[in-house]
C-alpha cells in the first residue's frame, strides 16, 4: 500500500533555496492591485470575505446581546431592525455567496487541473473589483442611513421604508455580476485547462462541486439582478409591478426572490461540499466512497434546486397544487444531500484517520451539517412549515447550513490550503481548541433556537414576550463563546504569518495536483507541466517523504 | 444610530401579555390547542426519523475516529473501498421511502388545513403597523388587539392589510398565514382549550414588527354568548379613559405614543391637555404644518379626531416625516380617547 509510486509526470515538489513564489515574485501595490494571478486574486478574496464575515459577526453579536432582555437591551426596535438587517446582507451577499468560490476556489482550482491560471484571468480581477464595488456601495449604504428590510427585501415594505434601499439594491446587482463572472470563468476553465490525462472522472470532487455552483451562478443570478432592479424602479418611478396601491403583486417578488434565493443557498453550499469530501479523503488517507454518486448528485442538487423555490411560500397563500409539487421536489433534493453525508461518513469508516485541525473542523461539519440537513426534513413537510416558518426553527436550521456548515466548511478548508497558500504552518494545538470551542459555541448559540422556534418564537423581532427569555439568554452565551473562538482562529492564522514556521511539502499527504506543485506555487504554477496517469484519491502513489520534509 | 444607548427604552405596548401560556414541560411544541394534532404528529415522526439518522451518522463517526485514528505516519487505511452498489441503493431507497411518507402526511395535513368547513364562524382581520383589528361574526364592532372565539367550533378568518405584508401566527392552534395587501387569505382552526392565546405577526413588517401583537381568548359557550368584545363603557369620563386606555391606546397607538413625555415616532399624549390651577382642563398650543403653513393650534376634540381620521392634514412640528395609519374610529370612541387624554393633562396655566 505504501510503495511510492511516482503517479504524475511531474517532480514533486522540491522547491529550491531562495526560487520565487507568486507571493514574493514581485511587490507593491501595484503588483497586487492589478494582478492577473488566480492565487494572488484569491488572496485579496480571501480578505475581502474575512472581513465581510468579521463585521457580519458582529452585527450578529449586537443582534444577540440586545436580545439578552425581552424589552431589548441595547437599541431601539428601528435600529435593532437596521442591525439584523447588516447582519444577513453581510454574510449571505459579501460571505457565504463569493467567500469559498473567490478565494479558495480561485487558488485551488486552477492548481487541481494542473493549470496554469483560469481561463480569463483579465475577467477574474473584474470579478474581483466588482466584490469591491459591491462592498463598497453596501458600506456606503449603512451611512446613508441603513436599511431594515431584512436579507429579503419583501415588497411592498422595502418600497415604502425610508432607508437607503435603492443603493444596497445596486450592490447586490453589482456582487451578482461579480459572482456571474467568477462562474462562467470557471466553467471555462473546467473545460479546457484540465491537465492531460485529468478526465472529467478524475477530477477531485472540489472541482466538481465548483463546477456545478458555477452553472448555478450563471443561470439563476440574473434573476436576482433583474428584481432588484424593479424593485429600485420601482421605488423611484412607481412603475406597479410588486406595489399593491399601483396594482403590482407583492407576491410576484417573492417568486422572483427565491427563483434565484433558493438555488443560491446551493451557491452557498455546494463548494463547502467540494472542501469536505477533499479533506475527508485525504485526511482519511482513503479513496473517496461513491465519488460518481457524489459527483452526479452535485449536479443532481443543481438541477432540482431550480424548482424547490416555493417551499419558502408554503403560507403565502399559493395554490394546493403548488404546494404539493414544491414540497414533493423539497423532499427528493433532501436524497441527494443525504447521499453525500451517507458516503462522507463510509469514507472515514476503516480510514486512517489523522486528527489534525482541518480534519476536526471536517467531523464538525460532519455533526452539524447532520442537524441542519435532517432539520430541513422536518421544514419540508407542509402541515409542519406552516407552523414552523417565519420562526427561529428556521432561523436555526439555516443557520446551521450557512455558519455551521459553510463557514465551518470554508475554515476547515483554509486550514488545510494555509500551508499551501503560504508556506507556513499554524500553532496545531491552538487550531484544535478554537474548533472545539467553535464548536461548542455554535451548537449552544443555535440549539436554544430550534426550541425557542418550534415553541412560536417568530424571527425578526427586536422585543418578545417575557417566555422566551431563558432560551434567548442561552443562544447569547453561546454566541459570547462562538466569537471567542473565532477571535483565536484569527489570532493564530495571522501569528502564523509572521512566525514562519515552515510547512511540509506535502502538508497532508494529498495525491490531488495541487500538492504536486511546489510550495507556496510559483507564478503559473507548476515546474513542469503535469500530466495524469492514474485514478484520483488513489493513495498507493503517495509519496510519505514529502510530508515530513519541510520546504526549504 | 447608537444614540439610543444612553436613553431609557421606550415604553412597551404590551406589557407582559396576560397569562402567559404554561410551557408544556417535555414537548418541543407549544401545548395545541386546536384539532391540528396531525402538525404535532408528523413533527414528532419526523423528529424521531431526525434522532435514529443522527445517532447512526455521529456513532459510525465516533467509532471510526476512535477504531481507525492514525497512529504512524506511513498508516495506510484499513480498507480502500471505492464503492459499495447493494449499499448505496440502500441509504437512497429507504430515506426516499421516509421522506415520501412525510410529504404525503404533510400534504394531507396542509389541505385539512387549508378547506373551510362550511360550517366555520366567519371573523375579520385587519392587519395594519403594526396592529391587529377584528370583527367578530355578525357584528360590526371593531376589536383592536383581542378577539374572542368558542371553544369547541370552527373558527375562519378572512385577512387583510392596509399597508405591507405580514402574517397571521397561531402557535398554539398551529395556524399561520400571510395577510397581503389586496388579497383576501383565509385561515381556519377550531380552537378546543378554553385560554388566552398568542397571536403574532410573523412576517416582518417593519420598525415595530415585534410589537404586532394581538391576544385570541378562548372562551366558553356561556362566555361567548355575552358578546365581550362589544363591551364599551363609555357612562361617565372616567370609565370612557379606562375603556380607551384599555381598548385603543395599548392596542392601537402605544407604539409610536408614550404617555409619559418620551418621543417615540409620533409625539407623546401627555400634555395634549393643561390642567389649570382652578381645576379645569383646557387644550394645550401646538406648532403645526398645514397644507405647508405653519401655525399654531388649540387641541381640542375637533383636532384629535382629524388627527387619528386623516393624519396628514396637520403634522406636529418635528415630526413631519413620520407617517400614521389612518383610522376609522366612531365618535364615541373619539370622545374616549379625549376623555383618556385629559387624564394625561400637566399642570399649567
Redesign the interface.
Known amino acids: 500500500?505504501?510503495t511510492n509510486v511516482l503517479a504524475h509526470d511531474v517532480h514533486a515538489a522540491h522547491p529550491e533555496s531562495g526560487k520565487k513564489n507568486y507571493l514574493n515574485v514581485t511587490s507593491g501595490f501595484m503588483s497586487w492591485a492589478g494582478t492577473l494571478d488566480h492565487k494572488r486574486i484569491g488572496l485579496m478574496y480571501l480578505v475581502g470575505v474575512s472581513l465581510a464575515f468579521l463585521s457580519g459577526g458582529l452585527f450578529a453579536l449586537l443582534v444577540r446581546l440586545h436580545l439578552w432582555q425581552p424589552?431589548?437591551a441595547?437599541?431601539?426596535?428601528?435600529?435593532y431592525?437596521?442591525i439584523f438587517t447588516l447582519h444577513g446582507a453581510f454574510m449571505v451577499f459579501l460571505f457565504v455567496i463569493p467567500a469559498i468560490p473567490g478565494s479558495l476556489g480561485n487558488i485551488v482550482l486552477p492548481l487541481m487541473l494542473g493549470a496554469k491560471d483560469v481561463a480569463l484571468p483579465r475577467l477574474n480581477l473584474l470579478s474581483f473589483y466588482l466584490w469591491v464595488t459591491g462592498a463598497v456601495l453596501a458600506t456606503l449604504a449603512i451611512v446613508f442611513g441603513?436599511f431594515?428590510?431584512?436579507w429579503t427585501f419583501?415588497?411592498?415594505?422595502s418600497l415604502?421604508?425610508?432607508k437607503a434601499v435603492v443603493l444596497i439594491g445596486m450592490a447586490v446587482f453589482v456582487l451578482g455580476f461579480s459572482s456571474i463572472f467568477t462562474g462562467l470563468n470557471f466553467i471555462v476553465t473546467t473545460h479546457k485547462l484540465r491537465a492531460p490525462g485529468l478526465t472529467w472522472f478524475r477530477m477531485p470532487l472540489f472541482v466538481w462541486a465548483l463546477y456545478a455552483t458555477s452553472l448555478l451562478q450563471v443561470l439563476a443570478t440574473p434573476v436576482l439582478g433583474i428584481t432588484v432592479l424593479l424593485v429600485a424602479f420601482e421605488r423611484l418611478y412607481h412603475i406597479g409591478i410588486f406595489d399593491?396601491?399601483l396594482g403590482g403583486?407583492?407576491?410576484l417578488f417573492e417568486h422572483f426572490f427565491w427563483f434565484y434565493s433558493h438555488p443560491a443557498v446551493y451557491i452557498m453550499v455546494l463548494p463547502a461540499f467540494g472542501i469536505i469530501s477533499e479533506l475527508v479523503t485525504v485526511h482519511?488517507?482513503?479513496?473517496?466512497?461513491?465519488?460518481?454518486?457524489i459527483a452526479f448528485s452535485s449536479l443532481a442538487i443543481a438541477i432540482i434546486s431550480f424548482l424547490v423555490w416555493g417551499h419558502h411560500m408554503?403560507?403565502?397563500?399559493q395554490s394546493?397544487y403548488a404546494?404539493?409539487a414544491f414540497?414533493?421536489l423539497t423532499?427528493?433534493v433532501?436524497?441527494p444531500t443525504?447521499?453525500k453525508?451517507?458516503s462522507w461518513?463510509?469514507t472515514?469508516?476503516?480510514?486512517?484517520?489523522?486528527?489534525n485541525s482541518p480534519m476536526l473542523y471536517t467531523?464538525a461539519f460532519?455533526?452539524i451539517f447532520?442537524?441542519g440537513g435532517?432539520?430541513g426534513?422536518?421544514l419540508?413537510?407542509?402541515?409542519?412549515?406552516?407552523?414552523l416558518?417565519?420562526?427561529y426553527f428556521v432561523v436555526a436550521h439555516f443557520h446551521y447550513v450557512m455558519m455551521g456548515s459553510i463557514a465551518l466548511a470554508f475554515f476547515a478548508g483554509l486550514h488545510h490550503w494555509w500551508p499551501k497558500m503560504f508556506g507556513v504552518m499554524y500553532n496545531e494545538a491552538l487550531a484544535k481548541l478554537a474548533c472545539l470551542i467553535i464548536f461548542v459555541g455554535f451548537n449552544a448559540t443555535f440549539i436554544p433556537q430550534?426550541?425557542m422556534g418550534?415553541?412560536?418564537m417568530?424571527?425578526?423581532?427586536?422585543?418578545?414576550?417575557?417566555?422566551y427569555a431563558p432560551y434567548h439568554q442561552a443562544s447569547t452565551i453561546g454566541a459570547i463563546v462562538l466569537v471567542a473562538g473565532v477571535g483565536l482562529m484569527v489570532y493564530y492564522l495571522l501569528a502564523s504569518l509572521f512566525q514562519r514556521r515552515a510547512a511540509m511539502q506535502n502538508q497532508w499527504g494529498g495525491v490531488t495536483l495541487e500538492w504536486l506543485a511546489p510550495t507556496p506555487p510559483p507564478l503559473e504554477n507548476f515546474d513542469h507541466p503535469p500530466k495524469v496517469t492514474t485514478e484520483v484519491y488513489d493513495?498507493s502513489t503517495l509519496d510519505?517523504e514529502t510530508?515530513?520534509t519541510p520546504i526549504r | 444610530m447608537f444614540a439610543h444607548l444612553i436613553q431609557d427604552p421606550p415604553a412597551q405596548h404590551v406589557e407582559n401579555p396576560a397569562p402567559p401560556i404554561v410551557p408544556d414541560a417535555w414537548g418541543q411544541m407549544p401545548k395545541l390547542a386546536s384539532t391540528f394534532d396531525h402538525v404535532d404528529g408528523l413533527f414528532y415522526f419526523t423528529y424521531a426519523v431526525c434522532i435514529f439518522f443522527f445517532v447512526l451518522i455521529t456513532g459510525v463517526l465516533a467509532y471510526s475516529v476512535v477504531a481507525y485514528r492514525r497512529k504512524t505516519f506511513d498508516q495506510p487505511a484499513v480498507a480502500n473501498t471505492t464503492h459499495n452498489t447493494p449499499l448505496e441503493v440502500v441509504w437512497t431507497v429507504i430515506p426516499l421511502i421516509i421522506v415520501m411518507v412525510m410529504f404525503a402526511w404533510g400534504y394531507y395535513g396542509a389541505r385539512d388545513m387549508t378547506n373551510i368547513p362550511a360550517d366555520a364562524r366567519m371573523y375579520r382581520a385587519t392587519a395594519k403597523q403594526w396592529n391587529w383589528t377584528f370583527k367578530h361574526p355578525g357584528s360590526q364592532d371593531d376589536s383592536y388587539g383581542e378577539v374572542w372565539m368558542e371553544v369547541g367550533k370552527n373558527a375562519a378568518f378572512v385577512l387583510d392589510s392596509t399597508d405591507v405584508l405580514h402574517a397571521f401566527y397561531l402557535p398554539s392552534m398551529r395556524v399561520k398565514r400571510d395577510v397581503i395587501p389586496g388579497r383576501n387569505q383565509t385561515v381556519w382552526f377550531q380552537p378546543t382549550e378554553v385560554g388566552d392565546y398568542h397571536l403574532f405577526c410573523a412576517e416582518y413588517c417593519g420598525d415595530h414588527h415585534s410589537k404586532m401583537y394581538a391576544q385570541v381568548h378562548v372562551v366558553t359557550a356561556a362566555e361567548f354568548a355575552k358578546k365581550p368584545w362589544a363591551k364599551w363603557e363609555d357612562s361617565t369620563p372616567a370609565l370612557a379613559a379606562v375603556s380607551a386606555e384599555k381598548q385603543i391606546y395599548k392596542t392601537l397607538c402605544a407604539s409610536c405614543h408614550t404617555t409619559n413625555g418620551t418621543k417615540l415616532v409620533g409625539p407623546s399624549w401627555q400634555g395634549l391637555f393643561v390642567k389649570r390651577p382652578d381645576g379645569s382642563i383646557v387644550g394645550a398650543q401646538r406648532e403645526v404644518i398645514e397644507g405647508g403653513q405653519r401655525k399654531t393650534i388649540t387641541v381640542d376634540e375637533a383636532y384629535i379626531a382629524e388627527s387619528i381620521r386623516k393624519p396628514d392634514q396637520k403634522k406636529v412640528v418635528g415630526y413631519e416625516a413620520a407617517n400614521m395609519t389612518a383610522y376609522e374610529l366612531e365618535d364615541r370612541k373619539i370622545k374616549a380617547v379625549v376623555e383618556y387624554m385629559k387624564t394625561l393633562a400637566v399642570e399649567g396655566k
Do not use: C, W
Open positions: 500500500m505504501t424589552h431589548g441595547l437599541f431601539s426596535n428601528a435600529d431592525n437596521s441603513g431594515d428590510t431584512g419583501y415588497t411592498p415594505y415604502y421604508t425610508q399593491p396601491r403583486d407583492p407576491v482519511s488517507r482513503k479513496p473517496l466512497f461513491g465519488y460518481k454518486l408554503f403560507t403565502s397563500g394546493t404546494m404539493f414540497s414533493f423532499f427528493f433532501a436524497i443525504a447521499i453525508e451517507f461518513v463510509a472515514v469508516y476503516k480510514g486512517s484517520i489523522a486528527l467531523l460532519l455533526i447532520a442537524i435532517l432539520t426534513v422536518i419540508g413537510s407542509l402541515n409542519v412549515d406552516i407552523h416558518h417565519d420562526t430550534f426550541i418550534s415553541r412560536g417568530p424571527r425578526r423581532y427586536a422585543t418578545y414576550v417575557p417566555e493513495y510519505l510530508t515530513r
